[in-house]
């Protein structure tokens, strides 16, 4: 019972996506879609395959079967770099960065900005993460540490300021505040507002169900490898998206005594 | 895009770097400590030892200088990329059989030799990066195999014997060849003043810096060496970087093997028995070199400067040859202790090495 209401075509749009790990279906024949300018939220208990599903589309996971289009074109994503070409950007949970470069290596990393010779143009690199990080956080200033001296929302934002700087039309965020602390997720909040109002597609894989009722327009509930729905935030409560994370069923399926015994 | 959100953090710890205008003395030591206690020991023997201040001796101190660091800038490589090659010494090892058992057995030319050696070291680095990047074995334990492999497999066509002009083979006949005077003249040449293996020390020592800081290729494999997901994510291709890495350090191995070789003048099995823990040492002792937290070129070669010029001096003022091992493990504590426990850095550089 997916809710699809909009008519254009889904910026991605994965179908009957297929992982296993020796025995186990991580991911079991699983559609999802997202539009441009949308934040579609991929919710569900620790193992229900959210991050597996998500990390065949940002090519840190290599699906076993499944289809992903990009606009509507198929596109084969098998690596990390294969995701960039089709401008898909992801933010880890683990802030995947380099501890001991600074942060225009990082913002950089696998993409360096090179001089005619050849070599290393890290003038050249430091003024774009300048003027992109001036835009996100204008007080970030350490652009020349090793980010390992950086706080968890400084890291953040070098990681934000990657996907921004490469013109990021998807964009994956994987529990993007789990390391930060308030002020810093509401900034987040915000920047994710910012990014969707410019037409970006946003997966968020959270636990929270309060950031997700906060950024998500639509919240896809995942339990053992499968989907059990898709529904748009503003049809349904937090209890009924609980019932589907902890039991699997649906808003309607759930009795008003499954409820209850969610908040037991 | 135009992104106008600000994301207002907390800034600027109190110990970050650029926070604070004062001079700080542990800072200091931390960046030049290293360098100060090179320059102070280089001047207490210029004062104290009249042959020291020969411009001879420094340049023999460097010559006999150069394979450790040659060796210990391979080693360095490969700690960028989050490893350590402990081949390196044996590798050196049979390069000098390998030279012998081509001029001297093969009767070849010296150049013949030269490919041959830098042919086997980038085979042997090949080895290694494809038991580490395909096979998935840690490179510790790698290379580690590595090493008692070509220890034990260089003796194996030389029937475990040291080869030198004048050998009988298996066939009863004596070796046709011997080292050719071009090859010997490796170690004995020099350019002006300054001897072949100080150039060749020089030159690698001036690459491997611009590799490693000045070149993507280096701007990756720290960025492996500090977190090879985070790269992997990013889109490097870690397996070609760190199979480069390997095969570098096998290149160097075997080129201070080939200066190892030259100086003997025959194909001594020992040789290089003791090069691996002195190429890791001042590979290590590099990483304090100006605060720098972290292997690199300059770094090493410093530090192999450092260790030459103490074993000089300390074998001029007759020290018992037993001192040698003593000051260089109290050149690498007080590198470590500049790294570690004076750094607010505390990181750790040596993926491979659980500190």
Same mark, same amino acid.
């Given at each position: 019972?997916?809710?699809?209401?909009?008519?254009?075509?889904?910026?991605?749009?994965?179908?009957?996506?297929?992982?296993?790990?020796?025995?186990?279906?991580?991911?079991?024949?699983?559609?999802?879609?997202?539009?441009?300018?949308?934040?579609?939220?991929?919710?569900?208990?620790?193992?229900?395959?959210?991050?597996?599903?998500?990390?065949?589309?940002?090519?840190?996971?290599?699906?076993?079967?499944?289809?992903?289009?990009?606009?509507?074109?198929?596109?084969?994503?098998?690596?990390?770099?294969?995701?960039?070409?089709?401008?898909?950007?992801?933010?880890?949970?683990?802030?995947?960065?380099?501890?001991?470069?600074?942060?225009?290596?990082?913002?950089?990393?696998?993409?360096?900005?090179?001089?005619?010779?050849?070599?290393?143009?890290?003038?050249?690199?430091?003024?774009?993460?300048?003027?992109?990080?001036?835009?996100?956080?204008?007080?970030?200033?350490?652009?020349?540490?090793?980010?390992?001296?950086?706080?968890?929302?400084?890291?953040?934002?070098?990681?934000?300021?990657?996907?921004?700087?490469?013109?990021?039309?998807?964009?994956?965020?994987?529990?993007?505040?789990?390391?930060?602390?308030?002020?810093?997720?509401?900034?987040?909040?915000?920047?994710?507002?910012?990014?969707?109002?410019?037409?970006?597609?946003?997966?968020?894989?959270?636990?929270?169900?309060?950031?997700?009722?906060?950024?998500?327009?639509?919240?896809?509930?995942?339990?053992?490898?499968?989907?059990?729905?898709?529904?748009?935030?503003?049809?349904?409560?937090?209890?009924?998206?609980?019932?589907?994370?902890?039991?699997?069923?649906?808003?309607?399926?759930?009795?008003?005594?499954?409820?209850?015994?969610?908040?037991? | 895009?135009?992104?106008?959100?600000?994301?207002?953090?907390?800034?600027?710890?109190?110990?970050?770097?650029?926070?604070?205008?004062?001079?700080?003395?542990?800072?200091?030591?931390?960046?030049?400590?290293?360098?100060?206690v090179?320059?102070?020991f280089?001047?207490?023997?210029?004062?104290?030892?009249?042959?020291?201040?020969?411009?001879?001796? %420094? *340049?023999?101190?460097?010559?006999?200088?150069?394979?450790?660091?040659?060796?210990?800038?391979?080693?360095?490589? /490969?700690?960028?990329?989050?490893?350590?090659?402990?081949?390196?010494?044996?590798?050196?090892?049979?390069?000098?059989?390998?030279?012998? %058992? /081509? %001029?001297?057995?093969?009767?070849?030319?010296?150049?013949?030799?030269?490919?041959?050696?830098?042919?086997?070291?980038?085979?042997?680095?090949?080895?290694?990066?494809?038991?580490?990047?395909?096979?998935?074995?840690?490179?510790?334990?790698?290379?580690?195999?590595?090493? *008692?492999?070509?220890?034990?497999?260089?003796?194996?066509?030389?029937?475990?014997?040291?080869?030198?002009?004048?050998?009988?083979?298996?066939?009863?006949?004596?070796?046709?060849?011997?080292?050719?005077?071009?090859?010997?003249?490796?170690?004995?040449?020099?350019?002006?003043?300054?001897?072949?293996?100080?150039?060749? *020390?020089?030159?690698?020592?001036?690459?491997?810096?611009?590799?490693?800081?000045?070149?993507?290729?280096?701007?990756?494999?720290?960025?492996?060496?500090?977190?090879?997901?985070?790269?992997?994510?990013?889109?490097?291709?870690?397996?070609?970087?760190?199979?480069?890495?390997? %095969?570098?350090?096998?290149?160097?191995?075997?080129?201070?093997?080939?200066?190892?070789?030259?100086?003997?003048?025959?194909?001594?099995?020992?040789?290089?028995?003791s090069?691996?823990l002195d190429?890791?040492a001042?590979?290590?002792v590099?990483?304090?070199?100006?605060?720098?937290?972290?292997?690199?070129?300059?770094?090493?070669?410093?530090?192999?400067?450092l260790i030459g010029i103490l074993l000089t001096g300390t074998t001029m003022m007759n020290f018992q040859y037993y001192w040698q091992d003593v000051v260089k493990g109290l050149v690498l504590v007080v590198a470590l202790?500049?790294?570690?426990?004076?750094?607010?850095?505390?990181?750790?550089?040596?993926?491979?090495?659980?500190?």
């Open positions: 019972m997916t809710t699809e209401t909009k008519q254009e075509t889904p910026l991605v749009d994965m179908r009957d996506m297929r992982v296993a790990f020796g025995g186990v279906h991580a991911v079991d024949g699983v559609n999802i879609t997202l539009f441009p300018g949308e934040v579609v939220a991929v919710v569900g208990g620790n193992g229900a395959g959210k991050t597996t599903l998500i990390k065949t589309l940002s090519g840190a996971h290599k699906a076993d079967s499944g289809t992903i289009l990009i606009n509507g074109e198929p596109a084969q994503i098998e690596t990390p770099r294969d995701a960039k070409q089709y401008a898909i950007e992801t933010i880890y949970q683990t802030l995947a960065l380099a501890e001991n470069i600074d942060a225009p290596s990082n913002m950089f990393l696998g993409r360096e900005l090179k001089t005619r010779f050849g070599l290393l143009d890290d003038s050249a690199m430091e003024s774009a993460a300048r003027s992109v990080m001036g835009r996100l956080n204008p007080k970030f200033q350490n652009f020349k540490v090793p980010v390992k001296s950086l706080s968890g929302g400084q890291r953040q934002s070098v990681a934000i300021a990657r996907a921004v700087h490469f013109n990021a039309k998807i964009l994956i965020m994987d529990e993007p505040t789990a390391a930060l602390g308030p002020l810093e997720t509401s900034q987040v909040t915000e920047l994710i507002q910012q990014l969707k109002a410019e037409g970006i597609g946003i997966f968020l894989i959270s636990h929270d169900i309060h950031d997700v009722f906060d950024l998500a327009d639509r919240i896809a509930v995942m339990m053992q490898g499968k989907m059990v729905g898709i529904v748009n935030k503003t049809e349904v409560t937090k209890d009924e998206v609980l019932a589907m994370i902890i039991m699997g069923k649906l808003p309607g399926e759930a009795t008003q005594s499954d409820i209850e015994h969610l908040h037991d | 895009m135009a992104t106008t959100t600000t994301m207002n953090k907390p800034e600027m710890k109190p110990d970050q770097p650029g926070a604070k205008s004062r001079i700080d003395i542990r800072d200091l030591l931390v960046r030049y400590g290293f360098i100060a090179t320059v102070i280089f001047v207490y023997f210029l004062a104290t030892i009249p042959a020291f201040r020969m411009s001879s001796t %420094m *340049f023999s101190m460097l010559k006999f200088t150069s394979v450790v660091a040659i060796a210990g800038l391979g080693v360095t490589v /490969t700690m960028v990329v989050g490893g350590l090659d402990l081949s390196v010494g044996a590798t050196a090892g049979m390069s000098v059989t390998v030279a012998a %058992m /081509t %001029m001297v057995i093969y009767a070849q030319q010296g150049s013949v030799a030269i490919i041959a050696v830098i042919v086997a070291g980038a085979v042997i680095g090949a080895v290694n990066a494809i038991m580490i990047v395909w096979m998935k074995i840690p490179d510790l334990l790698a290379t580690l195999a590595s090493m *008692f492999l070509i220890q034990g497999l260089k003796l194996v066509p030389v029937d475990g014997q040291s080869v030198s002009s004048g050998l009988i083979l298996r066939d009863g006949t004596v070796a046709p060849g011997k080292f050719t005077p071009g090859f010997l003249e490796i170690n004995r040449g020099s350019l002006g003043p300054v001897p072949y293996p100080v150039i060749i *020390f020089a030159v690698l020592a001036v690459l491997t810096w611009f590799l490693l800081s000045r070149t993507k290729w280096g701007r990756v494999m720290y960025a492996i060496g500090s977190n090879p997901e985070a790269a992997r994510l990013a889109g490097a291709r870690v397996g070609r970087y760190k199979a480069f890495a390997y %095969m570098l350090s096998g290149v160097y191995a075997s080129i201070a093997g080939l200066i190892l070789a030259s100086r003997i003048g025959q194909g001594d099995i020992s040789a290089g028995n090069l691996l190429a890791v001042v590979a290590l590099g990483t304090s070199v100006l605060g720098a937290a972290k292997p690199n070129a300059f770094g090493t070669a410093l530090g192999a400067i202790i500049f790294s570690f426990t004076l750094s607010r850095r505390k990181q750790r550089f040596v993926a491979a090495v659980p500190l």
